[in-house]
């Protein structure tokens, strides 16, 4: 149906796909890829208005991982299985660099995004993948004839991503990204979360999500929430910090943690001060 002005939050929220790609062409097809190129995404990505809805393929690990930044606080986060190689007398061969990652989503952005990705699972079509007493985001997705299902979301923890499909892309019997992919990613996430204090997620107040999230940060020109997307997409600064850790990261332009962010806590286990798992594939194994 046609619902008339939405703000882009209930768009995101209720997946409503004309929004998405008024918005893709009024800030520029290369615009949204040279931001998917900054969080992660590696695959082709190809310059249309349909990019909004999913059309240029990705792998479920890049798509995860682009979703980090979004978890901690603004930081790139390359997914990753090696972290070291040594000999067996101790000699170092081979040491990743993936511990001090670029900034890639400024702070006040993070904030928006996380405010507007809450409202998925509280509100809109994430609503199976909740977790009990726990702040989470995420966001569903479905393609064409149902071959595919997906949900990708994350608390203050970590991380995680949910594909269904067939192998062959076949149809499947109308599962959607919001059923079946959010139930399982609900139940894994519980689990996963066993025995930890909730937190909140970065930028939100108590947990809760940003009910203006367009005025969680200065603007320029308006205070319309696409002013901020559009400068967002537009740079690529990244500016200079202290001390910490992060995530993970690429191999160029890596600055510390700044801005008295608070790292993720450890999954299974207490907050760490200075430590933390930095890969996803440590999160899986629990190493």
Do not use: C
């Not at 901690?72 to 001090?100: C, F, M, Q, W």
């Amino acid at each position: 149906k046609y619902r008339g002005e939405v703000t882009l939050a209930s768009a995101l929220a209720n997946s409503l796909n004309t929004i998405a790609a008024q918005l893709v062409m009024e800030v520029g097809p290369g615009e949204v890829i040279k931001l998917a190129r900054r969080l992660g995404i590696e695959s082709d990505l190809q310059s249309n208005a349909s990019i909004a809805l999913g059309t240029s393929e990705v792998t479920l690990v890049e798509l995860t991982s682009a979703y980090a930044p979004f978890m901690n606080g603004g930081y790139k986060a390359t997914p990753h299985i090696i972290r070291r190689i040594s000999t067996a007398d101790g000699k170092v061969l081979y040491e990743n660099t993936y511990d001090n990652p670029p900034r890639v989503l400024e702070p006040n952005i993070v904030s928006m995004m996380n405010g507007m990705m809450m409202r998925v699972i509280t509100e809109g079509t994430g609503k199976n993948a909740r977790i009990p007493g726990w702040p989470a985001a995420g966001k569903s997705g479905t393609t064409q004839s149902f071959r595919d299902a997906l949900f990708v979301g994350y608390t203050s923890n970590l991380t995680t991503g949910v594909w269904f499909g067939n192998d062959d892309g076949k149809s499947m019997k109308k599962v959607t990204g919001g059923g079946l992919p959010a139930k399982a990613w609900g139940e894994f996430m519980t689990a996963a979360h066993a025995g930890l204090s909730p937190s909140p997620l970065f930028g939100t107040a108590n947990g809760d999500p940003l009910q203006d999230p367009a005025r969680a940060a200065p603007q320029q020109g308006g205070d319309q929430l696409f002013d901020i997307i559009s400068r967002t997409l537009d740079t690529d600064e990244r500016p200079a910090g202290n001390g910490g850790e992060a995530v993970a990261t690429d191999q160029t332009g890596a600055v510390p943690l700044d801005d008295g962010l608070i790292p993720p806590a450890d999954v299974g286990g207490e907050r760490q001060t200075g430590t933390r798992r930095t890969t996803l594939f440590d999160f899986l194994v629990g190493g």
